[in-house]
Structures are given as structure tokens and as C-alpha cells.
């Protein structure tokens, strides 16, 4: 998913300099580990064309191994950090009142990025709103003008099945935008070490929400929302234990992620976190099997940007095989377990 | 009404069933057209007490987040009676933009909860147990009222007004502001520069059995990989 970066160089006039864009992107990880997402992120702050830092927020210790692996980021100017109990689990409530000391007046940010993560889409339209500025969600292309100093965008909106081309002024001091991760590769290590900076955290005395607990999915494999193969499976999958017989043998002979429909996590054969669709995982594998899915709008929209997409249903009517690049028309009881035979 | 929206008055709805006169008022709100009161009608008839028009000209731009969020903390501070939660869909179908919530809770410095698929008000604690959906799976939060909370689609299923309940909402009282009244300007920040349809995905192709299949994997370079 490389898109070709172009920088526009735009001609310093003696009298009028366009000041240059410096972003400044929520980097997230997990378990010592920058997240891909907020990688493809960072990305897209590059194409801004202007110096790209990164705020890295969490537990006390839990920055050292990441700010290991942040500061050899390519593109990184340099690496803010700021830790504190607050943040071992980012709320929106105990970080906003960091972003909002960052990005006060004096501050270099021009454009504020971060993955159209569920945490961080949560967290960045309340900043922008404290500092009533508008944001942004979910891009799939940006473009900075620095003479101008205008940004646009383009974004899928109804589901996808059109394109919205934005753009953000002048007006606009400070230019919030999350980012949709299969729409750009994720940045690279290696390169020149970046800066590293502590900032001290803001204390939030008596913050209103209080993270009980996280329950994740346990799976040994590919994380669906970078895979690149997903084997996804619909209603036809009967009930959880048919789902998991069924199509995680496929998904291990291909080495692929799980995905399901709405309709079948709504069944209950699947957990919440496999979903795919407008408003589950946007997913964009190079090989993607839809297995007992019929194909509604709001599944493709999650989906229709994989390189490959196979289809495996009983109805030959199924809107699914209209986007499919292989479809086949059989029961999925049969062909499922004579492709996993054939894998072998 | 937008489907996220409809499962935030659904939940109002069977918070009241669930906690009773705790619920003092289901109040709801829209911001449309003259015609987008019809949307209120059917709150109403799903069991909403009264509801809020706060009228745009036909034709108007289209809202944005910020701009819903700002009329929504006006229409908060006005409520007498004070309001304990704002409950309102995760994102709308159009738009996508999946914001307000979260801005809105911004300008009010409340807590908010996005993404809920269970909702658990302790009435006399004055707290919001909610379960959310998150990329990886399900997180638990504890909301101090006030708080905002945005709906995910597994919260619950809708109900259909039935017809005695739709007659009855026409009786229920409607307030109408302008903008103006309020003292919000609805005007858009970000320029909409073009709408266009997306590179059309041409599929269709078809194989006869699970042979060729696995010919046309093999094709393309997708051969077995074991995790």
C-alpha cells in the first residue's frame, strides 16, 4: 500500500516565507512494541512534508523498550515522552490535558495525527474540541500545501461507497486528523536516531472514568487488522463451535487472521474483535477469503481493498462474488475442508 | 433516524425499564430541517418523554461534529433539572465521522464512554458501568456521572413503536430553537471540496471447483504458509 510521497516545494517569496508543517503523532504501543497502526500514522505525517514528532505516553516502565525501537523510526524528528501511572492505560480524560498543554499557544505543532485506533479516536476529537478546532477521521490520502498552508484529504464516507476530498484552511491553526492504517505502509526502522524529550506528565486530580479491565482475544494468530491474509467467515458458519471447526483449519494451512461479519459476530460465533465492516476492522490483506458471507455494503466496505478476494458461498446470487476476483459457488462444508486437505 | 442513534434511545429507553423512576426524563434532541422532526416522533414513540428541535433551513451545509457538539453543550447547560447522561450513536452512516461524542464530553469536561456495548447505571452511585467495544476485544470503564456515552451496534436491538405508542407521541411536547437562539454558529470549518465514487472493484470471476481454486491462489503467489 506504498503511496508515492510528493513533496511540493513551494518557492520562498523574499517577503512571505510559508511556515513549514511539524506534526506531532500519537505513536501507541502495546507490550513494548510500537503499534503498525500509529507506524502507517507517522506516514502519513510524513507526506505532510515538514518535521514529524512523535508523543509516546504510558506506565513509568513501560517507555524504555519503546522508546528503543521509536527513536530509529525513519521520518522521526523527535521522540516526546511522557510517563506517569495515569497513563498506563490512555484515557481520554487523563491524557487530553497533556495534548492540551503541547499544542497551547507557542506551541510548533501545525498538524496533530494519530491511527483510527478505537483509543486514539476516542482521545483526539476531545482535544480538538477543547481547542475548538475541527478533526478529521479516518484518511486515505493528505496533502500539505505549504503556500497556502492548507491540507487535504480524502476519506470513504457512506460506508465507503464514496470518496470525500476535504480540505482544512488556513482558518484551521492546528489540523487533527486520524488515520486509515491500510491506506499506508507502516514506516520503517533504521535511519538516523531521533531526538528523545521528556515532557512531564499532567496530573488529572480525581479523573471522572477509571479503567477497570481489558479482555483481548488470545490468538496465536496474525492480528487481524494487519494480516496479510484473513480468512473471514459469515452466518452460514451455524454457531461458534462450526465457525472455529471449520475455518481455523483453512486459516492455519494459509497462515492467515480470522475475520468474521457483522452477522455472525452478532450470532455470537465470533468475538466482536474479528469483525469486518464499516464499523468493525477496515482490512486490506493481499489474500482475503469470504466464506459463508453474502456480501452486504457495510462487509465490503471493510474489505474491498484486498489484493485478492476468493469467495466460497452456496448462493450464486450472493452480492459477495460481484467484487470477488475467485468465487465459488459450492457448500462451504464441502469445499473448506477439501481445500484444507489439499493445503497439506 | 441514524441506526447508532436509535440504539442510544432504545438503551435510554430500557435504562428507565430497568432502573424506573430513577429515569426522571428521556429528553431528545436533533438538529435538521423543518422535517426532521419526524425523527423526534419516532423517539418519542419508542418512549422518549419530549424532545428538542433545533431547526436548520432545508438546503443548509451539513453539520459538523463540532458544530452538533457545540449546540448539544447548549442544550445541556440550559436543562434545568441538570442531565445526568448524554447518550448519542458512535458515528453517523453518512459521514462516518465517529466524533461528537467524544468533542462533546471535551466542552463539557465530562467523562465519556465510546464504542458501549453494555451500559449499567448505578443510580445511586451516580456511575456508568460500560463495557466497550476496542480493536483488540472489550474494556471496562467506571463513568462518574455526568457522562457521555456513544452506542455500538451489539448494545441492543431496537424496538419497533407500536401504534398506540406512536399516537401517543404526538401529544408529547416538542421545543423549537434556532441557532441563533442559542447563540451557536452551525457554519462548517472544513471546506468539502468534492464527492466522488471510489475506483470501481471489478469482480465476478468464477471458478468450478475447489481445484481451480487453488490454482488461482497458487497464481497468485498465495501458496500454504503454516502458522
Excluded at chain 1, 476468493?310 to 475442508?337: H, T
Amino acid at each position: 500500500m506504498l503511496r508515492a510521497a510528493v513533496l511540493a516545494r513551494s518557492f520562498a517569496r523574499g517577503y512571505a516565507t510559508a511556515a513549514s508543517p511539524h506534526a506531532l503523532v500519537f505513536l501507541e504501543h502495546c507490550k513494548g512494541k510500537l503499534d503498525s497502526s500509529s507506524l502507517s500514522a507517522l506516514t502519513a505525517a510524513s507526506q505532510l512534508g515538514g518535521r514529524v514528532s512523535g508523543l509516546i505516553v504510558g506506565a513509568p516502565g513501560d517507555l524504555p523498550a519503546v522508546l528503543e525501537q521509536a527513536k530509529k523510526v525513519t521520518g522521526l524528528d523527535t521522540v516526546l515522552h511522557s510517563a506517569s501511572p495515569q497513563y498506563s492505560t490512555p484515557l481520554p480524560e487523563t491524557v487530553t490535558p497533556l495534548f492540551v498543554k503541547l499544542l497551547s499557544t507557542q506551541s510548533p505543532f501545525t498538524h496533530v495525527v494519530s491511527a483510527h485506533s478505537s483509543s486514539a479516536k476516542s482521545i483526539l476529537p476531545r482535544v480538538a474540541a477543547k481547542l475548538d478546532l475541527p478533526a478529521v477521521s479516518d484518511i486515505t490520502s493528505v496533502q500539505h500545501d505549504s503556500s497556502s498552508n492548507s491540507t487535504t484529504f480524502t476519506r470513504p464516507i457512506y460506508a465507503g461507497n464514496a470518496i470525500s476530498t476535504v480540505r482544512a484552511s488556513d482558518s484551521i491553526p492546528i489540523k487533527f486528523f486520524t488515520v486509515r492504517s491500510t491506506a499506508f505502509s507502516a514506516a520503517t526502522l533504521g535511519g538516523a536516531e531521533a531526538k528523545i524529550e521528556s515532557v512531564d506528565p499532567v496530573h488529572v486530580p480525581n479523573p471522572p472514568t477509571e479503567h477497570v479491565s481489558t479482555s483481548l482475544t488470545k490468538s496465536d494468530r496474525p492480528d487481524l487488522g494487519v494480516a496479510s491474509r484473513v480468512v473471514s467467515g459469515g452466518r452460514a458458519l451455524k454457531n461458534a463451535e462450526t465457525f472455529k471447526a471449520t475455518l481455523f483449519p483453512l486459516a492455519d494451512a494459509l497462515g492467515a487472521a480470522v475475520g468474521a461479519s457483522r452477522a455472525a459476530v452478532d450470532a455470537g460465533y465470533a468475538d466482536n474483535s474479528l469483525q469486518v465492516g464499516q464499523t468493525g476492522k477496515v482490512v486490506a490483506p493481499e489474500l482475503y477469503m469470504a466464506i459463508g458471507i453474502s456480501g452486504a455494503i457495510q462487509h465490503l466496505a471493510g474489505m474491498k481493498d484486498s489484493k485478492l478476494i476468493v469467495a466460497i458461498n452456496k448462493d450464486p446470487d450472493a452480492p459477495i462474488f460481484q467484487v470477488a476476483d475467485v468465487g465459488l459457488v459450492a457448500d462451504l462444508y464441502e469445499a473448506v475442508p477439501e481445500m484444507v486437505e489439499k493445503l497439506k | 433516524m441514524n441506526p447508532f442513534d436509535e440504539i442510544a434511545v432504545e438503551e435510554a429507553v430500557r435504562l428507565r425499564e430497568r432502573l424506573k423512576d430513577a429515569v426522571k426524563s428521556i429528553k431528545v434532541v436533533t438538529i435538521g430541517p423543518p422535517k426532521a422532526v419526524e425523527t423526534l416522533r419516532t423517539a418519542l414513540a419508542m418512549g422518549a418523554d419530549s424532545a428538542i428541535h433545533v431547526e436548520i433551513p432545508e438546503g443548509a451545509p451539513s453539520l459538523e461534529p463540532l458544530a452538533v457538539a457545540k449546540t448539544l453543550r447548549e442544550l445541556v447547560a440550559r436543562q434545568k433539572e441538570g442531565v445526568d447522561l448524554v447518550i448519542m450513536g458512535k458515528q453517523a452512516i453518512d459521514d462516518d465521522a465517529g466524533q461528537t461524542g467524544q468533542m462533546l464530553a471535551g466542552l463539557m469536561d465530562w467523562a465519556q464512554a465510546t464504542f458501549a456495548s453494555k451500559v449499567d447505571v448505578d443510580a445511586s452511585a451516580k456511575v456508568a458501568n460500560v463495557t466497550r467495544e476496542i480493536d483488540g476485544g472489550l474494556e471496562q470503564l467506571k463513568c462518574q456521572l455526568p457522562a457521555v456515552v456513544t452506542t455500538d451496534l451489539r448494545l441492543n436491538e431496537p424496538r419497533y413503536a407500536s401504534l398506540p405508542n406512536i399516537m401517543k407521541a404526538k401529544k408529547k411536547p416538542i421545543e423549537k430553537f434556532t441557532p441563533a437562539d442559542l447563540g451557536v454558529d452551525l457554519a462548517p470549518r472544513l471546506q468539502s471540496l468534492k464527492v466522488t465514487e471510489p475506483p470501481k472493484r471489478i469482480g465476478g470471476g468464477k471458478v468450478a471447483n475447489v481445484d481451480e481454486l487453488l490454482a488461482k491462489l497458487k497464481e497468485a503467489g498465495i501458496t500454504p504458509k503454516r502458522v
